[in-house]
C-alpha cells in the first residue's frame, strides 16, 4: 500500500497530518514535509497495513483531493 501525493494541488493546510500523523507531517516553513523529497509528484514506500484506515481519513479530508491510496 503506497500514497501518491500531487504536490501541484496540496495547498499545505495539513489536515492530512491530523488524520494520519504517522506518515504526513509539515515543515518548519509550514509546508508538507514531502516537498523537501518531492517537487510534483511524492510517492510513499510501501507502508504498513495498520495505517489504512488512518490514511483513508486522510483521503478523504484533504480539501483538494490530493491523496490517493494505491494497493
Ligand atoms: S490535506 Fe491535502 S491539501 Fe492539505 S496538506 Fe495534506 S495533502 Fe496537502
Not at 24 to 37: A, C, H, I, K, Y
Not at 52 to 68: F, G, H, K, S
Request: hydrophobic share 40%.
Amino acid at each position: 500500500m503506497k500514497i501518491i501525493v500531487d504536490l501541484n494541488k496540496c495547498s499545505d493546510h495539513g489536515e492530512c497530518v491530523a488524520a494520519a500523523p504517522e506518515v504526513f507531517s509539515l515543515n518548519n516553513r509550514g509546508e508538507l514535509s514531502f516537498r523537501s523529497v518531492a517537487s510534483d509528484t511524492f510517492v510513499s514506500p510501501d507502508l504498513d497495513e495498520s495505517l489504512r484506515n488512518d490514511l483513508l481519513d486522510a483521503v478523504d479530508n484533504c480539501p483538494m483531493q490530493a491523496i490517493d491510496l494505491e494497493g
